[in-house]
């Protein structure tokens, strides 16, 4: 991968970026790819899972980092002419329970819809979160006598809402979620490792049962390796999937009385002189990962593993493409900096 100055940026290079964030430690398995205009991609990859060696075409479970697919998913119903991000919920997908009305479409996709906490929601399903459907977190929000509090008024991060906004695309489509994502993203890209569900087919036999994530699609349920993570993101900063559908998800949302955020359709968006970073974090005991891209320099970074610190993971992940972005220069400070950085979503 050339830099500015010619040389290249060295798969020990990488490898070092992530070492030095403590990730190659341990039985924690790794894998990252990155990429910058005209330069190809590296990646690099270390350890094992269910005592396969791990590489940068292995599935991992990506979490969170699921709603940025979702919103995607969304922006292209929006664009069809299919979806309207002021419709009620409700409408849209009549199980739902009357106290939903007022939520909208965009108060789920930038976290604002004021839906009852997870810990609320698995008291009404009677389960523990790992046992959670789309169809259990249906039934117990239809149990729930109403909102955390009234839609539009505070962010709030939401599984939940994720989840609900999955179900609404369906009831929209009449395609289920998985099918809807193999069909609009997966085969046009080329996403061959890459499924939406419970676990890869054959993966959840292999897996210890600790670390097994839970069924709900939308909050999460992407498995892909870290290759094809990073095809989807430079997509994204090719707008490549469709017009119109980058500068969408792009795009922060804002509370009802007009204050702006930071959360576009499912990614946190942060905005300077020099364009938009959008990243995204995801986690789930035995899998965390993290994504950043920035579309005016087409850099982006996929970092996967199956270790559960955050703030390591996020802090290499934005490290490497601090490093991508601005040249050999800022190679001694990301590392230096890469594990102390907090966590960002």
């Given amino acids: 991968m050339s830099r500015e100055d010619g040389r290249d940026l060295t798969t020990a290079e990488l490898e070092q970026q992530v070492r030095d964030a403590g990730l190659l430690s341990g039985d924690v398995a790794v894998a990252v790819a990155c990429t910058a205009p005209g330069t190809g991609r590296l990646t690099s990859s270390s350890g094992t899972l269910a005592d396969r060696a791990v590489d940068a075409g292995t599935p991992l479970y990506v979490a969170s980092v699921t709603k940025q697919l979702v919103g995607v998913l969304a922006a292209q119903q929006v664009l069809a002419g299919r979806l309207d991000p002021e419709a009620s919920v409700t409408a849209l997908d009549p199980r739902l329970p009357g106290w939903a009305a007022p939520v909208r479409v965009r108060h ?139 500068e969408l998800v792009q795009t922060p949302g804002r509370l009802d009385d007009g204050t702006p955020l930071t959360y576009g359709w499912g990614v946190t968006v942060r905005v300077d002189a020099d364009g938009a970073t ?39 992940a934005v490290a490497l493409h601090d490093q991508l972005v601005a040249g050999p220069s800022s190679q001694s400070s990301s590392r230096a900096s890469s594990s102390r950085r907090p966590s960002a979503s």
């Avoid at 994502?181 to 996403?191: H, N, T, W």
């Avoid at 897996?207 to 094809?228: K, N």
């Avoid at 993290?290 to 290499?316: E, F, I, N, Q």
Wanted: net charge negative.
């Fill in 278 to 316: 959008c990243t995204h974090g995801g986690t789930w005991p035995g899998w965390t990962a993290k994504t950043v891209r920035r579309p005016a320099t087409g850099t982006a970074v996929a970092l996967l593993t199956t270790g559960g610190d955050v703030d390591a993971v996020s802090g290499s």
């Fill in 108 to 246: 789920l996709l930038h976290h604002t819809a004021g839906l009852p906490s997870t810990a609320v929601l698995l008291t009404a399903a009677g389960v523990a979160e790992p046992e959670l459907t789309n169809e259990r977190v249906v039934a117990a929000l239809a149990a729930l006598p109403g909102p955390g509090r009234p839609p539009g008024e505070a962010f709030a991060y939401s599984n939940l809402g994720y989840v609900v906004l999955a179900e609404v695309l369906a009831a929209v489509t009449g395609t289920a979620l998985p099918v809807l994502a193999r069909q609009q993203v997966f085969e046009p890209l080329g996403l061959v490792s890459a499924h939406l569900g419970a676990a890869p087919p054959g993966r959840p036999a292999d897996l210890p049962a600790a670390v097994r994530p839970p069924a709900t699609v939308g909050d999460g349920g992407w498995w892909i390796g870290a290759a094809e993570l990073l095809t989807w993101l430079d997509a994204l900063n090719r707008g490549a999937l469709g017009a119109g559908v980058s």
